[in-house]
């Protein structure tokens, strides 16, 4: 247990659906990501945002948007994905940004995967 | 551009001593990071090294040179719990994390 939670663990959706990804922690931090890890590849950084607010968007496909409601809630909601897109879909917080020695802390992530 | 470089996979024997190598190339060093990850599980923290020489904690020691863009984990007195993918991750000038592939380390009986 982190302290990071997402939901849900798994999730199959065809590609005209809608869905959405849930992160939450009560960790009290106030950086939140989004990462896309696929098999024997970099996790890949989607989104930050600090303090709710977004600070980085890595040319993530608009299907991709994330949403921050509060400094405890990461939202990535999903349109019109491609089979490509099927990962594991990681959310990680930490106390701050830029500053050293920051550990992430992980959530265990959604399985994702796209008919 | 940015690169972390590490096997893809490595085997070794319960009780035995491993090392994993990771090699780096990025934009500025703000520290190298360790992390574990269980197969179906959030990979979680293990060490941060930013400054040349030998950390160790407990099993588990990371060493950095950073004139040599260079770092390794060493695992001693294998675990079967052990098993699990290692992640190299160093944070640039940006205070972003640059991630390697990971190493899928295998232990056997």
């Known amino acids: 247990e982190t302290g990071v939670t997402q939901t849900p663990r798994h999730l199959v959706m065809g590609m005209t659906n809608k869905k959405s990804l849930k992160c939450e922690q009560h960790?009290?931090?106030?950086?939140m990501y989004w990462y896309k890890q696929s098999a024997k590849k970099p996790l890949e950084l989607m989104f930050v945002?600090?303090?709710?607010?977004?600070?980085e968007n890595n040319s993530v496909p608009s299907r991709f948007s994330p949403e921050c409601p509060n400094s405890s809630h990461l939202f990535l909601h999903l349109h019109t994905l491609q089979p490509e897109d099927s990962a594991l879909y990681l959310c990680?917080?930490?106390?701050?940004?830029?500053?050293?020695?920051?550990?992430?802390?992980f959530g265990q992530g959604t399985r994702l995967t796209v008919v | 551009g940015q690169n972390i470089d590490q096997p893809t996979e490595m085997t070794a024997t319960e009780g035995a001593i491993v090392q994993i190598n990771c090699t780096y190339q990025?934009?500025?060093?703000?520290?190298l990071f360790w992390y574990q990850q269980h197969a179906g599980e959030a990979p979680t923290f293990l060490s941060y090294?930013?400054l040349d020489g030998l950390e160790e904690k407990g099993r588990f020691s990371s060493f950095l040179s950073r004139s040599k863009g260079y770092s390794y984990l060493l695992l001693k007195e294998l675990q079967m719990k052990d098993s699990a993918s290692y992640l190299c991750?160093?944070?640039?000038?940006?205070?972003?994390?640059?991630w390697g592939a990971g190493t899928k380390l295998i232990i056997k009986p």
């Open positions: 991750a160093v944070m640039d000038s940006n205070y972003q994390l640059i």
């Open positions: 090294n930013v």
């Open positions: 945002y600090s303090l709710e607010e977004r600070v």
């Open positions: 990025t934009s500025g060093f703000n520290g």
């Open positions: 990680a917080s930490s106390l701050t940004l830029d500053a050293m020695n920051t550990e992430a802390f």
């Open positions: 960790l009290g931090h106030n950086a």
